[in-house]
């Protein structure tokens, strides 16, 4: 009887094996450290191959709740009046024949807590080497505060208008070249401007401020708008 054994060294495959999986343990702890909700959309079977744990701290739901909804629970989240437009803008996105199509949409989704948030939803169609669209990997930001603030300057300057534009006083506002930018009517007939002057103010552009022979409607208060241009400020007339 003859017994023949054959041996392998494995060492450096194990090794390989060890550093793989421990790349990997660290590549999945860095996406569920980040502040980004990151996910993997696919597009076969419109499940979520995966969902980082900051989901949690944007929307309240947790990384297996959105799994388990799948992409049409999420969607079913988002505001009525957002929810066409991002279905259109994934249709659109898919369509393209671009290896890896990228955009960025905004919506508002609805949270654990009953309240809306808006959303920054950043992502890749990734395709297979057949072009056919196989994931969407994308990265969600939560951009509420910042959608308020921006919502809020705008209702400020709508309010800001209105009051200027029908105030009994007379406005205007001009950059430091002297252009003309805005007025209110009765600014506009205090200094009886016509039309073809306005229009000449608002496109006018002077390299170096210095006031000329159109500027002398102000009277005796040139001087006084001249030290506002130079210095910056306000003068009442």
């Not at 660290?26 to 696919?42: E, P, W």
């Not at 979520?48 to 739901?61: E, K, N, P």
């Amino acid at each position: 009887f003859t017994a023949i054994a054959v041996g392998h060294d494995i060492t450096e495959r194990k090794r390989a094996e060890r550093a793989l999986v421990e790349s990997e343990v660290r590549f999945k702890q860095a996406l569920d450290k980040s502040r980004d909700m990151l996910y993997r959309l696919n597009l076969e079977t419109l499940t979520y191959d995966y969902v980082s744990a900051s989901v949690t701290d944007i929307t309240g739901y947790t990384p297996d709740e959105v799994i388990a909804m799948g992409s049409a629970g999420m969607r079913s989240l988002v505001h009525p009046e957002d929810a066409e437009r991002l279905g259109d803008h994934r249709e659109s996105l898919v369509l393209v024949s671009e290896a890896e199509a990228s955009s960025t949409t905004e919506y508002r989704l609805l949270c654990r807590d009953g309240t809306y948030r808006w959303l920054s939803d950043s992502h890749t169609v990734i395709r297979s080497e057949a072009s056919r669209p196989q994931y969407i990997i994308g990265s969600v930001r939560d951009i509420t505060e910042q959608r308020l603030a921006q919502e809020a300057l705008r209702e400020s300057e709508r309010f800001n208008k209105t009051v200027i534009q029908h105030a009994p006083l007379g406005v205007s506002v001009r950059n430091r070249t002297g252009r003309l930018l805005a007025y209110n009517d009765a600014w506009k007939r205090i200094w009886d401007m016509s039309e073809e002057r306005l229009q000449e103010d608002m496109r006018r552009e002077r390299s170096v401020l210095r006031f000329d022979d159109r500027d002398n409607y102000l009277g005796e208060w040139r001087e006084k708008v001249r030290e506002v241009y130079e210095n910056g400020g306000s003068v009442h007339v």
